[in-house]
């Protein structure tokens, strides 16, 4: 039994951490390309890396659940009451939803030749929003993985103030940014410049 849950452990860091880099690389990349509207190439790998992101989170659903049941299967309903593993499993849940908005209307928005930074103020604000809770939610989960310190330690609303504290200034920073994409645009030119 204990061989069985080191693997599906080991596949379920793995996968997590292909899908950290495939999120944390593309928003890098989408940041840098914020000016300029997505050419055939840049929609190719938007496109590549939604579906690469998607198969992951599958099989760290599956994985996840797996770990779930093993964990069950050795430690009962104790295990069940670990706050850690119900926050780790919200904060999974809101990264999925997300997932499904940012496949569903943001990604469709930055495919019709339109530069992020000429999308109208609306559809910059729930794009930079959507993105930021992602970003924030990947990181999170992430964080959530390796506290094992936190086990049955640390209650659920403690976790969740947290991830609500992360969500807030990234959301609040993207905000921010897709308000004046412009001004932002010229502060990184001058940057460059010194």
């Known amino acids: 039994m204990e061989t069985i849950k080191l693997g599906v452990l ?26 300029k509207p997505l050419d055939t190439s ?5 496109e590549h890396t939604q579906l690469t992101v998607t198969r992951l989170l599958v099989i760290l659903w599956g994985t996840g659940l797996m770990l779930i049941v093993l964990g069950y299967a050795k430690e009962g309903g104790h295990y069940l009451a670990n706050p850690k593993l119900w926050a780790k499993l919200s904060v999974v849940v809101v990264l999925s939803a997300n997932g499904l908005l940012l496949h569903r209307i943001v990604f469709p ?11 109208p103020l609306q559809e910059r604000v729930l794009a930079g929003a959507l993105g930021a809770i992602s970003c924030a939610s990947w990181l999170f989960a992430a964080m959530l993985g390796i506290a094992r310190d936190w086990n049955h330690r640390e209650p ?17 920073v993207a905000l921010a940014m897709a308000v004046m994409p412009e001004g932002l645009g010229r502060l990184r030119t001058r940057s460059r410049a010194y």
């Open 109 to 119: 928005l930055l495919t019709v030749r339109i530069a992020f930074c000429d999308l």
């Open 10 to 35: 080991y596949a379920h860091l793995i996968a997590m951490c292909f899908a950290l880099v495939a999120v944390l690389k593309a928003d890098y990349r989408l940041w840098g390309w914020r000016g």
């Open 42 to 46: 840049r929609r190719r790998y938007l």
């Open 156 to 172: 659920y609303t403690l976790e969740m103030a947290l991830y609500l504290m992360l969500l807030l200034c990234a959301v609040g």
